[in-house]
């Protein structure tokens, strides 16, 4: 249990922020972070409560590691739904519409180690420093890769994520803090990336799923910026120059879901922004998200956070 002391003795004197990042998600629900481009890490302390945490699905380019120090949390990843013990590491499928998931005595304290993949490897880097990343572009058995806290390896990256966390907040001389805190990210990509070395895939296998995601960017971009307007298979292939059978494969192997369901869930995301952020109508909203009939938005919107709109806007008030 050394690394894990380690870890609460280096975030015990931290100071964990109410998760409320409405103020950074942009017009269509994307939590957009800017990143220092010579040091493109982040690393945000959150304290989650049934009351207070920002509501609704979001996604992003850069890639993330979840972690809660404290209670249970649970995090769904498109179609699946993980839980998570205090000490399990979560790594985020950050292209896939993901949030985190209400339950009554929701109360914990949670690490997010967000950074750019050229943060670590890009061209031009070692050709070895692919293995870092393994662990995000690896998932080809559809399982969430989770380390959970009594697994082997989390006594090693308890520890060095307690020496991350040490660098990071406390900085210092900055090219010895963003070196150190650089180093002790790649002992923990390091490590994960051995634990999880069951599931590794060749180099050209690990480049293909990277390309993919790349690829379709451009799309991702294009949802962003108008969620509410029909999107149809065919001329979602054309943006992104594919065949509709070749781009159906793809973007469920980097979405985890069809198309459609990945317009509801934005769609369903914005309505949620809107409903928490302002106070027009129910009905206005609907049609603003891209849904015509407010008894389907309402049917929809229940099955995916629980609640009605109408409860969903009287419990976003604080």
Known sequence: MKGWHQLITASSGLRFEPHDIASQLDGRGRYDVELDDEFPLLIKLFRYTSQRHTRGATWHDRLELFLPLDGPARFRMGDQEVELQRGDLLVVDNLKLHHVVDFPGFDTRVVVISFRPEFVYSLGSPSHDYAFLLPFYSKVERRPHVLRAGDEAAKAVHGALARLLECYFEGGAKPFHQAGSKAFLLQVLYHLAAHFRASEVLKW???????????????FDHINAQPANKLPVSAAARLVGMSAPQFMKT???VAGMTLVAYLNHVRLANAARLLRETDRSIADIADAAGFSDQSYFDKRFKRAFGRTPKEFRVGAVR
Request: hydrophobic content about 35%; aromatic content about 12%.
């Open 205 to 219: 296998e690990f480049m293909r799923q990277q390309e993919r995601s790349l690829r379709l960017k451009k799309l």
């Open 251 to 253: 973007f469920k192997q």
